[in-house]
């Protein structure tokens, strides 16, 4: 079992940033942690993601060179450096843990936490 809990959402203007972040326990060695996001209206859609054994990361290209995310292994913790926001990036986060490859697929995720939201004002 893997749970996971996400903090660090809130309000931000345009151009601001915010770090979210993913606390993790359970067995997640192996595992990918990935980001996804929800605005209203819309379908969950892959953010990006990180391997807990190797630090590889995949990101999507609409947060390509604006998103960063990271782990730190000794807080079983992985973040989501986020600047240079838009207002289409007001969604609520989700962090969640799959085993395998990542994939934007969110069914192939069985651990999620609850969500938090992000909401960037113009």
């Known amino acids: 079992q893997v749970q996971l809990v996400e903090s660090g959402g809130g309000l931000v203007q345009r151009g601001g940033s915010l770090r979210l972040s993913c606390a993790a326990s359970g067995h997640t060695s192996r595992m990918y942690i990935s980001w996804f996001r929800q605005a209203p209206g819309k379908e969950r859609d892959f953010v990006a993601a990180v391997a807990w054994s190797s630090g590889r990361t995949v990101y999507r290209d609409f947060v390509q060179g604006r998103f960063t995310i990271s782990m730190d292994s000794a807080k079983n913790t992985v973040h989501l450096q986020m600047n240079s926001l838009k207002p289409e990036d007001t969604a609520v986060y989700f962090c969640?843990?799959?085993?395998?490859?990542?994939?934007?697929?969110?069914?192939?995720?069985?651990?999620w936490g609850q969500g938090t939201q992000v909401t960037v004002s113009s």
């Open positions: 969640a843990a799959g085993g395998g490859t990542p994939t934007y697929d969110e069914s192939s995720y069985p651990y």
